[in-house]
């Protein structure tokens, strides 16, 4: 069946979506909201090292893609992911990063010191 313009629209969200995912530090912001029920954004500044306006960008790549939501609570504002299928997601692209890696045992090796990605824990839905 051919592409139609009718499906376009369709491909053009998935296409979006793969875009949020495509930085380093928005996977790794991921991971670790995959991680617990939600994080702050000091404790996400202190896990990526990232300056306040930088982390703020990302996040805001995230929440534009529909991958993570926030809650402000007083002066704070916490982070979860919008899905838990993102955490599943993440989980994927990482046995196939380790499946890629398999020529290259120098990588191999620095991927199994990456941190878990718990499916499951902390996400909504």
Do not use: C, W
Request: no cysteine; proline share 4%; aromatic share 4%.
């Amino acid at each position: 069946m051919p592409f139609s313009n009718a499906q376009r629209p369709l491909y053009e969200v998935k296409a979006n979506l793969f875009k949020g995912l495509a930085h380093p530090f928005r996977i790794r912001i991921l991971e670790l909201l995959s991680a617990a029920a939600e994080v702050s954004v000091a404790d996400l500044q202190l896990e990526t090292g990232l300056e306040a306006s930088h982390l703020s960008q990302h996040l805001a790549v995230l929440r534009r893609h529909r991958l993570v939501m926030s809650e402000r609570r007083g002066s704070h504002v916490y982070y979860r992911l919008a899905n838990r299928d993102v955490a599943a997601l993440l989980a994927v692209a990482r046995r196939l990063l380790i499946d890629l890696l398999q020529s290259d045992t120098g990588l191999l090796a620095d991927a199994a010191s990456l941190p878990e990605i718990p499916v499951g824990a902390g996400s909504a839905r």
